[in-house]
């Protein structure tokens, strides 16, 4: 559940998206596939909304291509209290963001799989820094 601090800074930021975007409300309630009444709670914050909302709020502005999907959908979530702050400079760097929305479409054996390559280039790239500071001595 959003508090009202919450719900009045998501209203604050979907406002100032749409002016940015240059589209009236009822535009974006067309773009994001929202009914005039949630439209209306978001930007009053009258009421909270889903995660499930503000992700798809993420997803229809991430088109633009100001954002990746998935820093824009982290970004909102904390906005809208769903998820916690991230203590300053841990926030999710461009090819993090990038990785979430290439992974967005695998399944659990495929994101297995990715796991374990990045696990093994971790241990590859260890190795190599090793060897690295051996022969610097």
């Given at each position: 559940m959003m508090d009202l601090s919450a719900r009045v800074a998501l209203g604050?930021?979907?406002?100032?998206?749409?002016?940015t975007e240059g589209w009236s409300l009822r535009q974006a309630g067309i773009k994001t596939g929202f009914s005039?009444?949630?439209?209306s709670t978001i930007v009053n914050g009258s009421h909270s909304v889903s995660a499930a909302t503000v992700i798809k709020l993420a997803?229809?502005?991430s088109?633009?291509?100001?954002?990746h999907r998935g820093v824009?959908?982290?970004e909102l979530l904390m906005l809208a209290g769903y998820r916690t702050r991230r203590p300053e400079g841990q926030d999710l760097?461009?090819?993090?963001?990038?990785?979430l929305d290439a992974t967005s479409g695998l399944t659990e054996r495929q994101l297995r799989l990715l796991i374990s390559l990045g696990e093994f280039m971790g241990e590859l790239e260890a190795k190599e820094r090793c060897q690295t500071s051996k022969v610097a001595q």
């Open positions: 604050d930021w979907f406002k100032a998206k749409c002016r005039h009444t949630t439209i997803h229809t502005f088109v633009s291509g100001e954002h824009l959908e982290d760097s461009q090819p993090q963001a990038q990785l």
